[in-house]
Nanobody, 121 residues
Framework: QVQLVESGGGLVQAGGSLRLSCAAS????????MGWYRQAPGKQRELVADISRDGLTNYADSVKGRFTISRDNTKNPVYLQMNSLKPEDTAVYYC???????????????WGQGTLVTVSS
């Protein structure tokens, strides 16, 4: 079983920065795409950014130029550096990973429990 644990959320003023981290543990054979999603109150969960094992990145238009996703394949965490934060970035941020289980070799899409980011105006 694979688990994802996020950290780094909190309260920040508009214009500030936060860095989210997500660590994977458990029965992992490999991790392919890793990503960050967010869900604001009353809205659907949306993709913020994702990154392939080869380092190819993809960003939502709303965060391009402000957020940067990165990962360390040797230690499997994924990071989201968030700069120039805006009140509309307020949401619960979820880490996601496309994994292959080391015992069963099954592909599994795993979610973290979420971390709250609140940006005050």
């Amino acid at each position: 079983q694979v688990q994802l644990v996020e950290s780094g959320g909190g309260l920040v003023q508009a214009g500030g920065s936060l860095r989210l981290s997500c660590a994977a543990s458990g029965s992992i054979f490999s991790i392919n795409v890793m990503g960050w999603y967010r869900q604001a109150p009353g809205k659907q969960r949306e993709l913020v950014a994702d990154i392939s094992r080869d380092g190819l990145t993809n960003y939502a238009d709303s965060v391009k130029g402000r957020f940067t996703i990165s990962r360390d394949n040797t230690k499997n965490p994924v990071y989201l550096q968030m700069n120039s934060l805006k009140p509309e970035d307020t949401a619960v941020y979820y880490c996601n990973a496309d994994t292959v289980d080391a015992k069963t070799y099954r592909s599994l899409k795993v979610w973290g429990q979420g971390t709250l980011v609140t940006v005050s105006s």
